[in-house]
């Protein structure tokens, strides 16, 4: 368990608090390039970090990144005319580039110098990988964007959504570096009630029923699977790397080998899931802070080498069969103008996550047809800030809690001596995968898995 004060400081993100002063060290994925649309369309709003903002794309095919309220009486910037290579506040007209400078106060006397004293909050964005990308932080020149292999690889080779949370950042991206929950949350009950023989010849694992509830598993005889519904208490081995945390969660495999599922976090909140067998899509989150209560959770699905088929799409996006995205759209909310209201599940806390009870008495183990929703009904039900004082960890938690130290002694580190925290400008660093392996019960599971850990261009492994 965390003690109060570190539970506050892990979870707390507005400007001058240790965690959001650590966030906005890194660049942050602020919104999909497609979102905004053509120049001068109108803004949208989003929240980052507490602040409430608004995002353009100018007349020139830039994005600006505002502060929501306009200096001069507070109105919304939402409402701005984006016109003429910036937003104009339609309450009395001031305009302001995508920098923040006030360019035209047509209400003030043309003699006046006003304008040049008048500043709007402004963050420098790029684009690329079909992201825009905020910088939040101190320096006037931003470190590189890290080097993450599905926002390197070209336009067709990677599917991005998005969903809202309705709870901490902490405890929703736990739940990407939590290998132990698989075996349990997102499972089919034949891995709860067949003998270990009957589960390696389930059709549930090779496209079957499962496959439409969003159980992965695509591939038939997928041995990894098969280790883990054998193995439910992995034994877990964490390494610190420059970048974050490298994850091992170790399960039986044969009599001389063991299954290791390899889970990274990457600071400030960036995860990435092993596959199972010969599915050639790689998994990963990025769990970015809304406020102290709300996370956007995007959801990354990528190949290495090849354009995603079409078929691998439609299953991306088919709900409740999505896997770890959220359905879109079927599994969405119609979209609304808040911030991020294209995100909203469809199943949430209000309809108990879609849970169905006939489904859960025959087919999956917790009743929710959808895995990412499944993360969300158990992240969501925390509450909004979980205690952490009242927490019983135990070993199968121990990713978990050296993520946290991890991001606690990063946090203190930098509020105390001033330290860049880790990757911060290292982009290169971000360059790695996760992996399922097996591997000689003997062999030291770091270095034995290290290329299958490394994201070389051109390059593919398969995971067991």
């Not at 996760?434 to 062999?443: D, H, K, N, Q, Y």
Request: charge should be negative; include cysteine; hydrophobic fraction near 35%.
């Amino acid at each position: 368990m965390l003690s109060r004060e570190d539970n506050d400081l892990l979870c707390r993100v507005s400007p001058g608090t240790p965690m959001g002063d650590l966030m906005r060290q890194y660049w942050m994925p602020a919104m999909l390039s497609r979102e905004l649309g053509e120049p001068d369309c109108p803004p949208k709003r989003i929240r980052l970090l507490g602040e409430s903002l608004v995002a353009y794309r100018d007349t020139d095919g830039r994005v600006g990144l505002l502060a929501d309220n306009c200096p001069h009486r507070g109105a919304s910037m939402f409402f701005g005319r984006n016109e003429e290579a910036g937003l104009r506040c339609v309450y009395h007209g001031w305009k302001f580039d995508r920098t923040g400078a006030c360019v035209d106060m047509p209400n003030e006397p043309p003699e006046s110098n006003f304008k040049n004293k008048v500043r709007i909050g402004a963050y420098p964005c790029v684009e690329r990988g079909g992201v825009i990308w905020a910088y939040m932080g101190p320096h006037a020149t931003p470190p590189p964007l890290p080097e993450l292999e599905w926002n390197l690889v070209p336009e067709g080779q990677r599917f991005i959504s998005m969903r809202w949370q309705e709870c901490n950042w902490g405890q929703a991206f736990e739940g990407g570096i939590d290998s132990s929950h698989s075996s349990f949350l997102h499972s089919p009950l034949v891995a709860h009630r067949s003998r270990a023989e009957d589960y390696d010849k389930a059709p549930e694992l090779a496209g079957g029923p499962m496959a439409s509830y969003g159980v992965r598993g695509d591939s038939p005889g997928t041995r990894g699977m098969i280790y883990k519904a054998r193995d439910k208490h992995p034994r877990f081995e964490v390494v610190d790397t420059d970048y974050g945390v490298l994850i091992g969660a170790r399960r039986d495999a044969e009599p001389d080998t063991y299954y290791w599922r390899i889970t990274q976090f990457l600071l400030p909140f960036y995860t990435m899931i092993p596959s199972y067998g010969e599915s050639p899509v790689i998994g990963g989150h990025a769990w970015v802070p809304i406020d102290d209560e709300h996370t956007m959770t995007w959801s990354i699905s990528w190949h290495p080498t090849r354009p995603l088929t079409d078929r691998e799409l439609f299953v991306l996006q088919d709900y409740p069969r999505s896997g770890i995205h959220p359905g879109v759209p079927g599994g969405l909310l119609p979209a609304t103008s808040e911030p991020y209201g294209a995100w909203r599940p469809k199943d949430n806390k209000s309809n108990d996550y879609g849970r169905d009870m006939e489904l859960e008495r025959t087919k999956l183990f917790s009743g929710i047809p959808n895995l990412a929703i499944q993360d969300s009904a158990m992240q969501e039900t925390m509450g909004a800030i979980y205690d952490r004082t009242k927490e019983h960890l135990g070993s199968s938690d121990t990713g978990i809690i050296q993520t946290r130290r991890r991001l606690i002694n990063a946090a203190k580190a930098l509020r105390d001596g001033g330290i860049t925290p880790p990757g911060a400008e290292n982009p290169g660093a971000y360059r790695v995968r996760s992996a399922g392996v097996v591997l000689p019960r003997s062999a030291a599971w770091v270095q034995a898995a290290g290329e299958f850990l490394q994201a070389t261009p051109g390059v593919h492994h398969a995971s067991a």
